[in-house]
């Protein structure tokens, strides 16, 4: 039966990193999956994150199954740092521990699509390349609003206003809650506002995708649009991730949050996603979310994290500046002062196909095939080599 299954092509983006790990090319640079990198190019384990594993392997906790829905430390936290304290307790509002922010959108589809069978999913262009694939699998189609304005290289409000509204009833639109992926531009205050008001008359639900909460501006000021969002609209979903902000990408850890509207709905709905999470994957992993509450629910162990995300993003921001400045003086001639504009560890950096193969090629420069590069991967060692040849493509 096997010989009748067709060859899958590469994920566009693992995949990127097995061809990049193939080539032997001594000076290639990896621009593609989304892993923030250090200035010596490594992937980092947070300190902070040593220490609470210190802590919680010194207390030998035991390795028994958490409950389908993980702990109820581990989801107030998470509600707090979306929503912030006040209503981090609010009774309305239910979390499920998942396997990342992957899983947690993978438990949103299958809860979608087993109770709003008629719901259609509308996808910002450009989006995660992933966001399409796991809602079709779940059999929930998708349709795609305007968000980006290519001309501009920044956000294109009223396309996506005015293609919101062919929303019906019952539908589901995706937002992004801060540094878009793949291009870096970020809804402004107004437009989360005009948003959350055209879905709340129109009837649809949103589920906004928060993978990267104090990459942007920091974590209160990455969470500010979707609060204001939240006052518009009476039900939601939230999908959130931790492998970037605390590091732990291998350890899966993620969430998936909803606010229902009522106490009595939000316990319905609480049955419903638990008897998602357990036909996909049973119950959660533990040892992530054990060091997310053990960091979070201790005053200077929080304190340590936010001082370590804050030098990972002022890194980024650091190096945005030094490849606008790079580009520049390699003899680019366009304007890349856009670059800065963008928010967290992506930007579209218009580059086209065409381009993007000759950068891998010629260059031994891998970035994904729409042009999205990883600015976490640009380091002092490589920016030269970077812009000489992005220069030499355009």
């Given at each position: 039966?096997?010989?009748?299954?067709?060859?899958?092509?590469?994920?566009?983006?693992?995949?990127?990193?097995?061809?990049?790990?193939?080539?032997?090319?001594?000076?290639?640079?990896?621009?593609?999956?989304?892993?923030?990198?250090?200035?010596?190019?490594?992937?980092?384990?947070?300190?902070?994150?040593?220490?609470?594993?210190?802590?919680?392997?010194?207390?030998?906790?035991?390795?028994?199954?958490?409950?389908?829905?993980?702990?109820?430390?581990?989801?107030?936290?998470?509600?707090?740092?979306?929503?912030?304290?006040?209503?981090?307790?609010?009774?309305?509002?239910?979390?499920?521990?998942?396997?990342?922010?992957?899983?947690?959108?993978?438990?949103?589809?299958?809860?979608?699509?087993?109770?709003?069978?008629?719901?259609?999913?509308?996808?910002?262009?450009?989006?995660?390349?992933?966001?399409?694939?796991?809602?079709?699998?779940?059999?929930?189609?998708?349709?795609?609003?305007?968000?980006?304005?290519?001309?501009?290289?920044?956000?294109?409000?009223?396309?996506?206003?005015?293609?919101?509204?062919?929303?019906?009833?019952?539908?589901?639109?995706?937002?992004?809650?801060?540094?878009?992926?793949?291009?870096?531009?970020?809804?402004?205050?107004?437009?989360?506002?005009?948003?959350?008001?055209?879905?709340?008359?129109?009837?649809?639900?949103?589920?906004?995708?928060?993978?990267?909460?104090?990459?942007?501006?920091?974590?209160?000021?990455?969470?500010?649009?979707?609060?204001?969002?939240?006052?518009?609209?009476?039900?939601?979903?939230?999908?959130?991730?931790?492998?970037?902000?605390?590091?732990?990408?291998?350890?899966?850890?993620?969430?998936?949050?909803?606010?229902?509207?009522?106490?009595?709905?939000?316990?319905?709905?609480?049955?419903?996603?638990?008897?998602?999470?357990?036909?996909?994957?049973?119950?959660?992993?533990?040892?992530?979310?054990?060091?997310?509450?053990?960091?979070?629910?201790?005053?200077?162990?929080?304190?340590?994290?936010?001082?370590?995300?804050?030098?990972?993003?002022?890194?980024?921001?650091?190096?945005?500046?030094?490849?606008?400045?790079?580009?520049?003086?390699?003899?680019?001639?366009?304007?890349?002062?856009?670059?800065?504009?963008?928010?967290?560890?992506?930007?579209?950096?218009?580059?086209?196909?065409?381009?993007?193969?000759?950068?891998?090629?010629?260059?031994?420069v891998y970035i994904v095939g729409s042009g999205r590069i990883?600015?976490?991967?640009?380091?002092?060692?490589?920016?030269?080599?970077?812009?000489?040849?992005?220069?030499?493509?355009?």
């Amino acid at each position: 039966m096997f010989e009748r299954v067709p060859s899958a092509p590469p994920d566009p983006i693992l995949g990127l990193s097995a061809a990049f790990a193939a080539d032997d090319r001594s000076h290639k640079i990896s621009l593609g999956v989304g892993e923030y990198r250090d200035a010596s190019g490594k992937t980092p384990v947070l300190d902070v994150v040593r220490a609470a594993e210190a802590r919680l392997l010194a207390a030998g906790s035991s390795k028994t199954y958490l409950p389908i829905d993980g702990t109820p430390a581990y989801g107030r936290l998470v509600r707090e740092l979306v929503f912030g304290q006040d209503r981090a307790d609010s009774a309305d509002t239910v979390t499920v521990q998942t396997p990342g922010g992957t899983g947690a959108l993978r438990v949103a589809a299958d809860f979608i699509a087993n109770h709003f069978p008629d719901a259609r999913i509308w996808l910002p262009d450009p989006t995660w390349a992933n966001h399409p694939k796991i809602f079709e699998a779940a059999r929930v189609p998708c349709l795609s609003y305007r968000y980006y304005n290519s001309e501009a290289k920044g956000l294109d409000a009223p396309g996506m206003l005015e293609a919101l509204q062919q929303t019906e009833k019952g539908d589901v639109v995706l937002l992004h809650a801060c540094c878009h992926n793949p291009s870096g531009v970020d809804l402004d205050a107004d437009t989360w506002q005009a948003a959350g008001k055209l879905l709340a008359d129109r009837g649809a639900l949103a589920l906004v995708d928060f993978a990267y909460q104090g990459f942007g501006d920091g974590l209160e000021q990455d969470a500010a649009g979707l609060r204001l969002f939240c006052e518009q609209v009476p039900e939601m979903f939230v999908a959130t991730s931790y492998s970037k902000n605390f590091g732990l990408y291998q350890d899966r850890v993620g969430a998936l949050t909803v606010v229902t509207g009522s106490a009595d709905r939000a316990e319905t709905v609480l049955s419903q996603l638990k008897i998602c999470v357990r036909t996909s994957f049973s119950n959660p992993p533990a040892h992530g979310s054990a060091l997310v509450t053990c960091i979070l629910s201790d005053e200077g162990l929080r304190a340590d994290w936010r001082a370590e995300l804050t030098q990972m993003r002022e890194r980024i921001n650091g190096m945005r500046q030094t490849l606008v400045e790079g580009l520049q003086r390699h003899g680019g001639s366009q304007d890349f002062s856009f670059i800065t504009r963008q928010k967290g560890m992506f930007s579209f950096s218009g580059l086209d196909p065409k381009q993007v193969e000759r950068l891998r090629e010629e260059h031994a420069v891998y970035i994904v095939g729409s042009g999205r590069i990883n600015v976490a991967g640009v380091t002092p060692d490589n920016v030269d080599a970077l812009c000489r040849a992005v220069v030499s493509v355009l």
